[in-house]
């Protein structure tokens, strides 16, 4: 991850030396291919390439093409984002062939939405640098929840309620520090209300009227909070740190601007050659065993959730709706999530 910011190229170990697209340092590098995603390939009419075609359809696999003259970083980065397509119209022609080491390319494309950049690389480029040395079962070590553990905790009385503890974990495999708040008092014998919620920095803390964060997480603190001072009932908070549903700001940013440009959630997110979901459920569930309940009642109006808890081994026995109030912003982007994500909404 650190490289991929860095913009340092990764060396595979039995694969080629891939160059991030959107971050390289090494200015002059080029390459005769590039990699790219399936989406990003659709967009640049190579649906129809023999090379490509097994691809189509996964918006985030990865495809190899080829152009006219070597890639430069000055080329490639218009082809890597499609945000940029209305400022570059005409680029190609492109060809896509064949591609021999589909794992590495695979875990390259999930390394870069891991890091939060464009998923794109140059590869075996030219006046690149020195590559950091990489291994496909290196993603293993990223991905295993059990490295989490509980750092600290401590009480944090916040408006929804004053008897509130909150609890801080880490994990030795990457970077991010989750947290859970938890309200009322932790009882053995109750199950919790829990909300998982993926911290999102323009709902929750700017006040965005794009989505409904900001308003899902203060009514999951209220209803909390009122079951612990109505019934002695107690719940749980998880924020995660994953924004954008796992694709990193920068990358939901971009994909608000391919919104602007009339894309609904699920096709801006396929148009940048990123998973409409790539949240962590796994870990999540870590964090409520590292807090002693494996069965919970769960606020959410997203079935997906409840069966992927229920898959990393959390027992889900009532799915509470968690329904709020469209506004003339975000009456879209729920929409979408009734119509094409599967979220129980009116």
Not at 96 to 102: F, G, H, I, M, P
Not at 189 to 211: A, F, N, Y
Not at 312 to 321: D, F, Y
């Amino acid at each position: 991850m650190d490289a991929l910011r860095h913009g340092w190229p990764l060396a595979f170990a039995g694969g080629p030396t891939l160059l991030p697209v959107e971050t390289a340092i090494a200015s002059g590098a080029s390459a005769p291919r590039m990699l790219i995603s399936a989406a990003r390939a659709t967009t640049l009419k190579l649906a129809n390439q023999r090379d490509a075609a097994r691809n189509i359809g996964v918006p985030h696999a990865p495809v190899l093409i080829t152009g006219g003259e070597a890639f430069t970083l000055r080329d490639a980065l218009p082809i890597a984002d499609p945000a940029l397509d209305l400022g570059n119209p005409l680029k190609g022609p492109f060809k896509a062939v064949t591609l021999d080491w589909e794992e590495a390319a695979r875990a390259a494309l999930e390394l870069a939405r891991i890091a939060g950049i464009l998923p794109a690389f140059l590869v075996d480029p030219a006046a690149a640098g020195e590559a950091v040395p990489v291994a496909v079962s290196d993603l293993s070590a990223y991905a295993g929840a059990g490295a989490l553990r509980i750092v600290t905790r401590a009480r944090l009385p916040v408006s929804a309620c004053e008897d509130a503890e909150i609890v801080a974990f880490r994990s030795t495999a990457d970077l991010r520090e989750h947290v859970a708040l938890i309200i009322g008092t932790q009882s053995g014998d109750r199950q919790p209300l829990v909300r998982l919620h993926s911290e999102c920095l323009t709902g929750d803390i700017l006040g965005s009227l794009k989505c409904d964060c900001g308003p899902q997480l203060d009514a999951a603190l209220h209803a909390m909070a009122d079951e612990a001072r109505d019934s002695g009932g107690w719940g749980v908070l998880l924020y995660m740190r994953q924004e954008g549903r796992g694709i990193g700001l920068i990358n939901k940013l971009r994909a608000y601007r391919l919104q602007d440009q009339g894309f609904d959630t699920v096709e801006a997110n396929q148009r940048l050659g990123l998973p409409d979901e790539a949240r962590d459920f796994p870990v999540a569930a870590r964090m409520l065993e590292l807090l002693g309940t494996r069965t919970i009642r769960l606020l959410t109006n997203n079935p997906a959730k409840v069966t992927a808890l229920e898959a990393a081994g959390i027992t889900v026995i009532k799915r509470v709706p968690h329904q709020l109030p469209e506004n003339p912003h975000n009456a879209r982007y729920l929409a979408t999530k009734r119509d094409r994500s599967g979220h129980l909404l009116l």
